[in-house]
């Protein structure tokens, strides 16, 4: 590590406001808040990898590594993205896009693109190939959320139709320690994924 | 389960009172510098255990191992709310909401292979699951029925729903989860239908769904 994480914090915090600035009223003060919570965690994954080359993405709360993974992102979410409800720090990695993986897996496109809570379960007892893939996938984030105790989701875009493996850590109350523990339920993901020569989704 | 009171804001109050009270009871002294922080967390509990008393009409909700843990028997022998970490690690801290889907006492059925990788660690060590499935078939069929309702409760429902093994009880417990801070009412009526819809599913796939006994 070049830097630790309490140093890179507050470049973090400074390039976040700066950012969204100005902030005003009440709103203002939560949002401060909420940076500053995206603030620590990102530093955690910035100084764990070294990154130089971090940013902001321009007026949104997603801090981006691309000298680390280029699809690698760390942003404040309600936890699936969708559904209002608390807000958690979410580690972020796309792991199938048609656009992005290197090979395109139908069977799973299918499978997705039909939304998860219509007819999965029906589509998942025909088995085969998407079936196998989603199957893998699942188990990869049981084990990394068993191991590193952060839940560790699969986010579905039907539209894609992609998949985004996210590690959540409420917005209060989590320590150093718990984004690393995230970070490495997002490596043990991705390293079970490409022991099943999952087509993961990159730059 | 089902779902068959509406909330009035002034009886959740006075439940949500009784629990906290029941808790503080539970847990016993506490120490001054201890007091804030637990104060919170255990009033965050009674909320959400309130919540779960008036939705289902509870009369018999009890509190117990020192107030992290409200049962509610009459509803569900094997359902309870708990302060807890997310699965087993230390970190930050959730209101979950539980219930046993397979246990070895309370399941219709032992399910041999379900025990063995509960007891096998599966935290802990690497599982070869292709030699787990192929030696174990209807144990990995229902593990994978378990993980694909809980991932889709997740995405439904806008709650994480997690499968946590009890390697002591030999159980698989399913669980909502709620940040301790920032959740509302509404956020927990959502972990309850999340819980409610993966058992209806569950049941719906055949799988052998713990009942009865202490959850």
């Not at chain 1, 003060?29 to 994954?45: G, P, Q, S, Y």
């Not at chain 1, 699936?80 to 290197?102: H, M, Q």
């Not at chain 2, 779902?3 to 539970?26: F, Q, S, T, Y």
Request: glycine fraction near 10%.
């Amino acid at each position: 590590m070049d830097r630790s994480p309490s140093q890179v914090e507050g470049a973090v915090l400074s390039a976040l406001l700066s950012d969204r600035f100005p902030l005003g009223g009440v709103d203002g003060k939560d949002l401060i808040e909420e940076l500053e919570r995206l603030a620590k965690a990102a530093a955690v994954v910035i100084a764990r990898y070294g990154s130089k080359e971090w940013f902001i993405r321009q007026g949104r709360y997603v801090v981006t590594l691309p000298d680390v993974d280029p699809v690698w992102w760390v942003n404040v979410d309600w936890a699936t993205g969708d559904v209002p409800g608390p807000a958690y720090v979410c580690l972020n990695r796309p792991i199938y896009e048609p656009s992005l993986s290197p090979r395109r897996l139908e069977g799973l496109e299918r499978l997705i693109s039909g939304g998860p809570t219509a007819s999965l379960g029906r589509a998942m007892v025909g088995g085969g190939e998407g079936v196998e893939h989603l199957q893998g996938i699942l188990l990869a984030c049981w084990e990394a959320t068993l191991r590193s105790g952060v839940p560790t989701l699969l986010l579905v875009d039907e539209e894609g139709p992609s998949l985004t493996a996210r590690a959540v850590l409420p917005l209060h109350g989590f320590r150093e320690e718990d984004v690393t523990r995230a970070a490495e339920a997002m490596e043990l993901t991705l390293e079970r994924l490409n022991e099943m020569n999952f087509p993961l989704a990159r730059r | 389960m089902g779902i068959g009171r509406e909330l009035g804001g002034d009886e959740l109050k006075r439940l949500e009172e009784e629990v906290l009270n029941a808790i503080l009871g539970k847990y016993g002294p506490v120490r001054d510098e201890d007091r804030e922080d637990l104060l919170k967390e255990f009033s965050r509990l009674a909320r959400v255990a309130a919540i779960v008393i008036a939705v289902y009409g509870s009369e018999e909700w009890f509190v117990k191992y020192g107030g992290f843990f409200v049962a509610f028997p009459d509803v569900d022998p094997v359902w309870w709310v708990d302060v807890d970490w997310a699965a087993r690690r230390p970190g930050p801290g959730y209101v979950c909401l539980n219930r046993w889907i397979y246990g070895a006492r309370v399941s219709p059925k032992r399910i041999d292979g379900i025990e063995r990788l509960i007891s096998g660690g599966l935290d802990s060590e690497r599982l070869d699951w292709r030699e787990f499935s192929s030696s174990h078939q209807e144990a990995a069929e229902l593990v994978q029925t378990a993980l694909l309702t809980a991932w889709r409760a997740t995405l439904k429902f806008g709650v994480p729903v997690l499968l946590v093994p009890d390697e002591e009880e030999l159980a698989l417990n399913c669980r909502a989860v709620l940040p301790l801070r920032d959740f509302r009412d509404e956020d927990v009526m959502r972990a309850l239908e999340a819980m409610e819809w993966s058992m209806g599913e569950l049941m719906e796939a055949g799988f052998p769904l713990a009942r009865g006994g202490e959850g």
